[in-house]
């Protein structure tokens, strides 16, 4: 059975950075695509970054663009979102998607998404 777990999450100021991590287990890892998507407290979750299963494909959102870096290593089953420049307004749960055979090549939308992590909290405040 498919897994997404993530980790990585914490508390950090304004203008810090962090790495995320989502590990995956019980599927082949070049086979799924990986999306990253968060929700903030009062709001729905949206995407902000997503990669295809062979990474020729990545996606950010403009709120993030510049900020976030999306990368995976398929050996190792990991897709890491390294957060930089973080504002107040990046708190939120983050979570990592699965999905296979994305139509625009990664999940970008909730829809997309097959398999969900729990989330891992990033909280930005000084």
């Known amino acids: 059975q498919l897994q997404l777990v993530e980790s990585g999450g914490g508390l950090v100021q304004p203008g810090g950075s962090l790495r995320l991590s989502c590990a995956a287990s019980?599927?082949?890892?070049?086979?799924?695509?990986i999306g990253w998507f968060r929700q903030a407290p009062g709001k729905e979750r949206e995407g902000v970054s997503c990669?295809?299963?062979?990474?020729?494909?990545?996606w950010y959102s403009s709120s993030v663009e510049g900020r976030f870096t999306i990368s995976r290593d398929n050996t190792n089953n990991v897709v890491y979102l390294e957060i930089a420049s973080l504002k107040p307004e990046d708190t939120a749960v983050y979570y990592c998607g699965a999905a296979e055979g994305s139509y625009y090549g990664c999940p970008s939308k909730n829809a997309e998404v097959e398999f969900w992590g729990k989330g891992t909290l990033v909280t930005v405040s000084s």
């Open positions: 019980g599927f082949t890892p070049d086979r799924y695509d």
């Open positions: 990669i295809s299963n062979n990474a020729d494909t990545r």
